[in-house]
């Protein structure tokens, strides 16, 4: 292969990884960031990479490994009557809707019920849930456990949530039962902990 067909080929493969990769972000430690399109802010202690894709409109997701590793994903003061996730067959199977008089313990149930129907989980547990402050309100902190559609693979999760002026706040960490999510768990807690509005 003579020298110009070979970096016309890296060009090319270039060109077809960037539009992958372009809405990446790299968040670094230690300053204090908005996050979700919102008021919501944390501060992180460590390196994530916020992810270009939108799981919806109020929403994002950083990783530290990749997003099928680990999640860490912001829900910022969804309104009453939307939801978390982008709808995408309403008429025949709409999403739950956030409402303005929801209890912090219908929180753990909105997410699974979410999950249900946008992820395709037939298989979805939530553990325990307790009460505890979360971005200056009272918030509940609860932990699940799923499989996703199509996979044998277990995946656990820990989220926190509030209701504050009638808007959920929320981030819920997962990543596979199996090493990723004890491995990243301290790291994803911290964000949380350091969530204000």
Same mark, same amino acid.
């Given at each position: 292969?003579s /020298?110009?067909?070979?970096v ?6 270039a060109?077809?990884v960037a539009?992958?990769v372009?809405?990446n972000?790299?968040?670094? %430690?230690g300053?204090?960031?908005?996050? +979700? ?5 944390v501060?992180p202690a460590?390196?994530?990479?916020r992810?270009g894709?939108?799981p919806?409109?109020? #929403? ?24 978390? $996730?982008?709808?995408t =067959?309403?008429?025949? @199977?709409?999403l739950? @809707?956030?409402? #303005?008089?929801?209890?912090?313990t219908?929180i753990?149930a909105? /997410?699974?019920?979410s999950? &249900?129907?946008a992820?395709g989980t037939a298989?979805m547990?939530i553990?325990? /849930?307790? %009460? ?5 309100g009272?918030?509940?902190r $609860?932990?699940y456990?799923f499989? &996703? @559609? ?5 995946r &656990?999760g820990e989220?926190r949530?509030a209701?504050?002026g009638g ?7 997962? #990543? %596979?039962?199996?090493?990723y999510?004890? &491995? ?5 807690? @911290?964000? +949380? =902990?350091? +969530?204000?509005l």
């Amino acid at each position: 292969m003579s /020298v110009r067909r070979f970096v016309l080929s890296v060009a090319a493969a270039a060109l077809l990884v960037a539009p992958a990769v372009a809405g990446n972000k790299l968040i670094l %430690p230690g300053a204090r960031i908005a996050v +979700a399109k919102s008021t919501l802010t944390v501060q992180p202690a460590s390196e994530w990479n916020r992810l270009g894709a939108r799981p919806g409109r109020n #929403a994002e997701t950083w990783t530290l490994d990749g997003d099928a590793l680990n999640d860490l994903t912001f829900y910022g003061g969804i309104e009453s009557g939307k939801t978390l $996730f982008r709808d995408t =067959d309403r008429k025949n @199977q709409p999403l739950p @809707q956030v409402s #303005a008089t929801m209890l912090v313990t219908d929180i753990p149930a909105l /997410v699974e019920n979410s999950y &249900r129907i946008a992820l395709g989980t037939a298989s979805m547990s939530i553990g325990t /849930v307790e %009460p505890v402050a979360f971005a200056g309100g009272k918030g509940v902190r $609860f932990t699940y456990a799923f499989t &996703r @559609q199509g996979e044998t693979l277990r995946r &656990r999760g820990e989220g926190r949530g509030a209701m504050i002026g009638g808007r959920l706040y929320l981030i819920t960490y997962e #990543a %596979p039962a199996l090493h990723y999510y004890d &491995r990243s768990l301290a790291a994803a807690r @911290q964000v +949380a =902990d350091s +969530a204000r509005l």
